[in-house]
């Protein structure tokens, strides 16, 4: 099935603390990779996690013709994949009895063991870290366990996948390879969105940006339509200049922090600082 994601007036949140309410999205398509941005707290990952089914969600959420807040939880676990921020600490397993077992956990029915360790070892493969399935998972680096994470959501090859901030902890050469395998994963016909800080990584391999601010979406489009100017002052409360690269895909440089931080969109406001997106 290669479908696309539509998001129908999407209500989220926590007992007691709506974060996201009433979110529309036009339909996300497969084939490309969708950056998630925002500021910190903008509700990014209460959307992953309503999507996945972690939080209490109100709304449509339609992968083709099949609205997933109505799917019950063994097969939206089918069909969704989702990389938390961080991984648990304190579980006593290899990295490759735990890719394994995020397999089996959910497809109990499943490929005997033997199918699910050949799998896993090359769900590892892919991701570059096959050396590592011996290892303990507590005896890993933080950007080591978050490639981990991420092999943990792809083992299962599921038709929508779901990152929450999986390069923030990672050198150039695994941001690269996380987001090659992102893009690899989209262009065999899955709906990937990916939750980055990184506007420029965004605007580098995604097709579409979509970025919330206070639970609502703020922007929506190409990189070039999404991440302006005045999208940056009225939602980060930043001076920045957009410049094209050479392959005109958008270069953000960010120029400092508006002293009238949200209040002046138009960026009037005067930088107090040198900065430069991450
Ligand atoms: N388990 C929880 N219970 C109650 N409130 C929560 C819970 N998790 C998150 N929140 C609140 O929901 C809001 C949105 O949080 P969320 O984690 O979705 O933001 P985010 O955009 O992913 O932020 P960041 O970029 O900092 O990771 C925040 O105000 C946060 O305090």
Redesign the pocket.
Known sequence: MRAALTIERLTA???R?P?LRDLSLPPLSAGGVTALT????????????ALAGL?KAEGRVLYGDVDLLRLPLAARADLVGFMP?ALPQGVALSVLESVVAAFEAARPDALADADATRRAVATLDRLGIADLALDGLDQLSGGQRQLVSLAQALVREPRLLLL??PTSALDLRHQVTVMEAARSLAAEGRTVVV?L?DLNLAARWAERVVV?DH?RVAANGTPAQALTAETLAAVWGVAARIAPDPGGIPHVVVEGALDTARADPAGAASPSRNTTAA
Do not use: C, F, I, W
Request: proline content about 8%; glycine content about 16%; charged content about 20%.
């Open positions: 949140g926590y007992p603390r974060v925002g500021p910190n707290a903008a509700g990014k990952s209460t959307l992953l996690k939080v921020q929450d901030e939750v800080h919330l639970g």
